[in-house]
């Protein structure tokens, strides 16, 4: 059972998990994210009161579970890194994780081009209406964009280029994806 | 060609990409991974806040350190509580199961119960619906002669009809009777036993003789003429075969005629009532189904003279084609059609069906 609930994506284990209280997907879903979710953890444990490792984890496992059955979670590592952050800030007010209008626009942008994977006309549409939405970002988003995707340069070797840090760099390109789905997004609405 | 690999490239900028996974996360900040998955990795980690900061933590030493065993007992205690949920919802599946299974068993029994039940409650009835109208129709039979010695008087009227039917076969019968045969018509008919059922079992004893009087008087041509005209008359007239014996074989005076004539008139109206009872006991048991109880009283009954000897004759047949026994019925019909009787239009009708 467990075997075959590994393979399954995160959408159709959470799913399982809502639909069918199915609590082994549920785990599975967790020991999927489980070393991501250790790792982000780690400057903030031993740091004040309840913050052991044994106190942390299972407290943001409980956390997890509960907002699982009750919120909408279009994307599990968004839900997951905003549920630690909001363990880490320690707010009494647990506001629910709403995914942004950034991350919802870039989220159907994912799920055309998967779509269009099948349809070769579809994708030379799709690729058409893209590069025309490239052509109307900054010079420099485009550059980084281009350089990024089509020439398949690496995060150092872009940063080494522009003399940035890759965390500057990798920012860039965040948002450079992110106006480029919101014009294709606008585009398709007009 | 450049352009399908370049709308390719484009289309990658909005591919969906899984988070790094437990073994792809050291190979990465090793640098131990291929330029393509390497590649991969970052196309993920421009969009992934989670996976980008768990790369900057395992960056500092100090952290990658405690990594490794903190992941280990974080996965262990994940999936203890998974084989802790699947163990108890696999003793929970199974008494699910057993649960179903004893519901299933309680309800078969329960349905099979009242299956039963109903079924013992309808035979029951059946039961009593077949006893009724029998038990009725003994009654009925038992009272009679009761009834019949209390009131005599009660019984003529009731009987009255039927020698007034008759009236015309002993008219028939009469003709002779001024031969000196005719006196001894009346005698075969036991007058002791009219009264009794087995009474209209007895005149098959004679009826039969008539019948092979009536077939062998033809050839002798040395009778009398009186003679032939009243074996004519017992060949159209069964009901009163007794006559032509007597004729043949006693002359009687004439006047002991008058005298006994009375005497059996009155006997063949008690005996014709019996029939009538036992007539309709014997339709009873025909509407009712009970064909073969219904052959046995019309048997008893086709042998008495008079007009419920001939009806009893063609229910008797009705009863052997509704049984399926045609060259009976088939029989029977042309004793009915012989008998020339009131009945003979629809025996012949039921003939020609056959």
């Known amino acids: 059972m467990l075997q075959q609930l590994t393979n399954l994506s995160d959408k159709e284990l959470i799913s399982r998990a809502r639909k069918l209280k199915d609590q082994e997907a549920e785990g599975v879903l967790m020991e999927r994210y489980s070393h991501l979710m250790v790792a982000v953890c780690l400057p903030y444990l031993n740091n004040g009161p309840a913050t052991t490792p044994e106190e942390v984890y299972p407290a943001l496992l409980q956390k997890l579970s509960a907002s699982l059955r009750t919120q909408t979670i279009p994307k599990a590592n968004e839900w997951i890194h905003y549920t630690i952050r909001a363990q880490q800030a320690q707010t009494e007010k647990n506001s629910p994780f709403f995914p942004s209008t950034e991350s919802r626009e870039q989220q159907q942008m994912e799920n055309k081009v998967e779509k269009a994977a099948t349809n070769l006309k579809e994708q030379q549409l799709l690729a058409a209406t893209m590069e025309e939405a490239l052509q109307k970002l900054p010079a420099e988003e485009q550059y980084f964009l281009k350089e990024f995707y089509l020439h398949a340069k690496s995060f150092a070797e872009l940063a080494a280029t522009k003399k940035y840090t890759i965390e500057k760099t990798r920012q860039i390109l965040q948002q450079a994806k992110q106006k480029m789905a919101s014009l294709l997004m606008h585009e398709t609405y007009e | ?354």
Not at chain 2, 184 to 209: I, L, Y
Not at chain 2, 322 to 332: D, E, H, N, P, W
């Open chain 2, 1 to 354: 060609m450049s352009n399908l690999e370049n709308n390719e490239k484009i289309l990658k900028i909005f591919s969906n990409i899984r988070c790094l996974n437990r073994d792809q996360l050291p190979r990465y900040l090793d640098g131990r991974l291929t330029d393509v998955e390497k590649h991969l990795v970052e196309q993920h980690l421009v969009d992934c806040n989670l996976c980008f900061d768990a790369l900057q933590v395992l960056q500092q030493q100090q952290y990658r350190e405690k990594y490794q065993p903190l992941a280990t007992s974080m996965q262990q205690y994940i999936r203890n509580s998974i084989k802790r949920i699947s163990q108890v919802h696999k003793v929970e599946r199974y008494q699910r199961q057993e649960q179903k299974k004893e519901s299933f068993l309680i309800y078969f029994w329960v349905v099979a119960a009242i299956a039963i039940s109903a079924g013992v409650i309808y035979l029951v009835q059946q039961q009593g619906k077949l006893k009724s109208p029998v038990s009725k129709a003994i009654a009925s039979n038992a009272d009679l002669p009761a009834a019949k010695s209390e009131n005599p008087p009660l019984q003529a009227a009731v009987v009255t009809p039927v020698p007034a039917e008759e009236a015309p076969v002993l008219k028939t019968a009469q003709p002779p009777a001024t031969t000196p045969a005719a006196p001894a018509a009346t005698p075969p008919k036991p007058v002791v036993k009219t009264d009794s059922v087995k009474a209209a079992v007895k005149p098959p004893a004679a009826a039969p003789v008539t019948k092979d009087s009536a077939k062998k008087l033809p050839p002798p041509p040395s009778k009398p003429a009186e003679a032939k005209e009243t074996t004519r008359v017992a060949v159209v007239h069964k009901d009163t075969p007794a006559v032509v014996k007597k004729t043949e074989d006693k002359p009687a005076p004439v006047k002991k005629e008058k005298e006994k004539e009375d005497v059996p008139e009155k006997k063949t109206a008690e005996a014709s009532g019996t029939d009538e009872f036992l007539y309709k006991a014997a339709q009873v048991y025909h509407q009712q189904g009970d064909l073969n109880e219904a052959i046995s009283r019309y048997k008893h009954l086709a042998e008495s003279p008079g007009k419920y000897g001939e009806l009893s004759r063609y229910q008797l047949a009705v009863c052997y084609r509704s049984k399926g026994q045609t060259g009976k019925a088939r029989r029977m019909f042309k004793e009915v059609v012989r008998m020339n009787g009131s009945m003979k239009d629809k025996a012949q009708a039921a003939l020609d069906n056959l």
